[in-house]
């Protein structure tokens, strides 16, 4: 069965440092997709980046960069130069790859809050 | 291209009561995916439809809930009797086929059973 694993409840970083959200996964498919995204506190789901199974670079998206280590199955996620906006609730996902089977499934989150 | 729009955001109902929340896709997504969330089990995917068919409904919570797709621009989630158990926030979401694709979510509905 599929799994999204996100050991971090809450995490806490000082505006302006770097900070890893960590996700492993658990699949015995070949073809996936994993997926961030971010809930703020207002409460919508905003897609932040992705990263493909076959990919062999990590993504990278403006400060958003995807540390996917496919033999370990981790993908974390990296925000740099933190912002006070980036305090949210940020979600690991996975998507199979095989059509019309190719359900999302989220992990439980990390809240981060961003200190001035 | 409006998004993924929900009908409507805030919902207050009394047990017992029908509750319908509405969704249209973004034009041209061939998935949607209905979703609640709560504090106490975090985003929990209930149904989702491909072409309009469903795919999978192994997340519907038991018979009181049913979700419907006669188009591929309107969607209904309907909870009849509704309980306080339900009260959450659902979300719909739309996408195109494939691992590669990133669903893109509605606003939501927060909906409170009395």
């Known amino acids: 069965a599929q799994k999204i694993t996100q050991t971090q409840p809450g995490m806490f970083v000082q505006e302006k440092e770097a900070v890893t959200l960590d996700c492993t996964y658990d699949?015995?498919?070949?073809?996936?997709?994993l997926f961030w995204y971010k809930q703020p506190s207002s409460g919508e789901m905003i897609f932040l980046i992705y990263q493909g199974s076959y990919d062999e670079q990590n993504a990278t998206e403006g400060r958003y960069s995807l540390n996917f280590q496919k033999a370990r199955k981790s993908a974390n996620l990296v925000i740099s130069a933190s912002q006070l906006g980036d305090s949210a609730m940020y979600f690991c996902?996975?998507?199979?790859?095989?059509?019309?089977?190719?359900?999302?499934?989220f992990g439980p989150g990390t809240s981060l809050s961003v200190i001035p | 291209d409006a998004g993924v729009i929900q009908s409507p955001r805030h919902e207050v109902t009394e047990m017992g009561q029908e509750v319908t929340l509405r969704c249209k896709p973004i034009?041209?997504?061939?998935?949607l995916f209905w979703y609640r969330q709560t504090m106490m089990r975090g985003l929990e995917l209930l149904i989702y439809?491909?072409?309009?068919?469903?795919?999978?409904d192994s997340g519907m919570p038991e018979d009181r809930f049913s979700a419907k797709m006669p188009n591929a621009s309107f969607s209904t989630l309907k909870i009849q009797p509704s309980e306080p158990r339900d009260s959450a926030v659902y979300f719909c979401?739309?996408?195109?086929?494939?691992?590669?694709?990133?669903?893109?979510f509605g606003p939501g509905t927060r909906l409170t059973v009395l």
């Open positions: 699949t015995s498919d070949q073809s996936y997709g």
């Open positions: 439809f491909n072409n309009n068919v469903p795919i999978d």
């Open positions: 996902a996975m998507r199979r790859g095989e059509i019309p089977y190719d359900k999302v499934i």
């Open positions: 979401a739309s996408s195109l086929a494939g691992g590669l694709n990133e669903q893109f």
């Open positions: 034009s041209g997504h061939d998935y």
